[in-house]
Structures are given as C-alpha cells and as structure tokens.
C-alpha cells in the first residue's frame, strides 16, 4: 500500500507500523518537507531520494508533495477488540452499511478520528475496503482509528447491542437527531451513497434519527451526513 502526502506520511510515522520505504523527491526546499526528511531521518526508515519524474509516475493521487511511503496493505481488527476498548465506558462506534465511494470512506474515517470515533465496522461484502485512496483521503486519520471488517453486519450489530450500545440509524423518515438523546454508549449506522441503510439492518436499529432538511435536496452526502450525526453525539456528550 502506498501513503502518499507530507501529512499522511507524518501520521504514519506516529505509529507502529512496519515501513518498507519512503521516496523522497531530491531537492526539496520548503520548510515543512525539511521537517518532515528530519523526522523520518530520526525514525531510521529505509529512504530513497528520487528525482520528481519518478516521484510523478508512482504517485495514484498526483499530490504526493514529494513523499510516498509503502506499508503492507491495512489490518483489519476484530471487533471484539473494539468492543473491549468501550468496555467501561460509553464507547462510540460507526457502523457503515454498504458504503461503496473510497472517498467517502477516508472522510468518514478522519471525522471519525477527530471526533474520538472508538472504531468502524464495515461489512466484509459489498462495502468498500481499505485501499491507498482511503489512506490518502483520510489524511493520515486510517493510522488512529480501529476498523473492523464483519462477515454479517445485521450479526454485528446483535453483538454490539448485547455489549450495552444503543444502536440509531441516520436515515430519512426518523425522529430529528436534535431531539433525540444521544447519551451513553451509541453505534450510529451510515448507509450507502445510494441506497441507504438496507431494512434488515434499519430493523435492527434501536432507533431512527434524521437530520432535518430545508432546501430543495432530500440528501446529504454519506460523509457529510455522518459528520453531522458524530458531532452531535459529540456535543450532546459535552454538554451532558
């Protein structure tokens, strides 16, 4: 897998995370990029300067701003270890049904990361996966935030709830998520660009929540939609 970006290669150096290389393009002269050489330098990392042209042609996002470092492709985690990370406390999950845009996977993760998100379930079959376009949309976030992949999502949330979450779907036709209580341990499930939260899972649901519309569009964006929804468990937590 490829981490491209000063931010996304800084981030990754925070964790623990085996590094096969970093190219760095030669002759970088901005202060930040100096900084950043600095930090890898201390981290005793395999590096190769390259000239831009070679830079250019491994880049995928074309915005690699001269650093691109490989990893093995993502770990995912089980979610018993999430489950465990909430144990003894009112923990928050975010649980995507049938999520299919990289993009909106790699904003949802770096809300979720700077919202203090404990983990993400997404579904093992039709959902996205981890991919270098996530990486680098997240903006490093991928590092920090614990993703589980599940076989059956209905099956996951049986066992979130039986762990003492209440579970809410965002979705169309709820109660207005301002209104609701979105105190204690809360799963919110996201659903699909284009389809929304599947019935069996939205049956699954403790509960509805909407997030109250005043234009001529009946929708948000999946990413957009959950940074809404996280930020108001967010401030209902702060103001409690």
Avoid at 96 to 119: F, K, M, Q, T, W
Avoid at 124 to 137: A, E, G, I, P, W
Avoid at 191 to 218: Q, Y
Wanted: charged share 30%; aromatic share 6%; glycine share 8%.
């Amino acid at each position: 897998m490829k981490i491209e970006g000063r931010n996304s290669v800084y981030e990754l150096l925070k964790t623990d995370k085996e590094i096969e290389k970093i190219l760095v393009q030669k002759d970088l002269k901005d202060e930040a990029s100096k900084r950043l050489i600095n930090v890898i330098r201390s981290h005793k990392v395999k590096v190769q300067l390259v000239d831009k042209y070679v830079i250019e042609k491994e880049s995928e996002s074309k915005r690699s701003q001269g650093f691109i470092a490989y990893v093995s492709d993502y770990k995912y985690f089980d979610l018993d270890d999430i489950l465990s990370d909430c144990k003894d406390k009112d923990g928050f999950i975010v649980l995507l049904n049938e999520l299919h845009d990289p993009h909106n996977l790699g904003s949802i993760i770096r809300v979720c990361e700077c919202a203090g998100v404990d983990g993400i379930i997404i579904g093992k079959d039709r959902c996205v996966s981890v991919t270098d376009t996530v990486m680098r949309v997240s903006e490093g976030a991928l590092n920090h935030v614990k993703i589980a992949k599940v076989t059956n999502v209905n099956t996951a949330i049986d066992q979130i709830k039986e762990n003492g979450f209440w579970v809410f779907g965002a979705e169309l036709g709820g109660g207005q998520i301002y209104k609701s209580d979105l105190t204690g341990k809360i799963c919110l499930v996201i659903g699909g660009e284009d389809s929304g939260i599947k019935r069996l899972t939205k049956e699954k649901c403790d509960g509805i929540i909407t997030i109250p519309m005043f234009g001529k569009v009946n929708s948000l964006n999946a990413s957009v939609a959950c940074g809404i929804a996280v930020y108001e468990v967010v401030r209902q937590r702060l103001n409690k």
